[in-house]
């Protein structure tokens, strides 16, 4: 049996990492699979480009400096338009039940541990 064709043409992701090689490794997976793909390097630049670039899904980083994914996800979330309902990812080192339900407390929809 032949496998499915994953296709993720048409969708547009918000990549936030501080890390170079983390951020670009997600950005060229995506974009492997046919997603338009924007990153930015911390939670204000995310937040710079996030209404303009209108992501259909957000891949967040929790630990950065400054500004931690968690207040990234808390003031999206506090959007009145439809982007503040946008699918959210939180990727992490942070594992473990706690670290999980403090990301969807937060307002991921999902967690994903990266160690």
Do not use: W
Request: with cysteine; charged share 25%; proline share 3%.
């Amino acid at each position: 049996m032949a496998e499915a064709e994953v296709s993720l043409k048409g969708l547009r992701a918000l990549v936030v990492e501080d890390d170079k090689n983390s951020r670009d490794g997600f950005a060229v997976m995506l974009q492997s699979f046919g997603a338009e793909v924007k990153t930015a390097k911390s939670a204000s630049h995310a937040l710079a480009i996030f209404e303009d670039f209108n992501p259909d899904v957000l891949v967040s980083d929790i630990a950065m400096p400054i500004e931690d994914g968690y207040s990234l996800i808390v003031k999206i979330r506090a959007m009145k338009s439809k982007l503040g309902k946008i699918p959210a990812l939180a990727h992490t080192a942070y594992a473990g039940t706690e670290n999980v339900q403090r990301a969807h407390l937060a307002g991921f929809n999902a967690h994903v541990t990266t160690c």
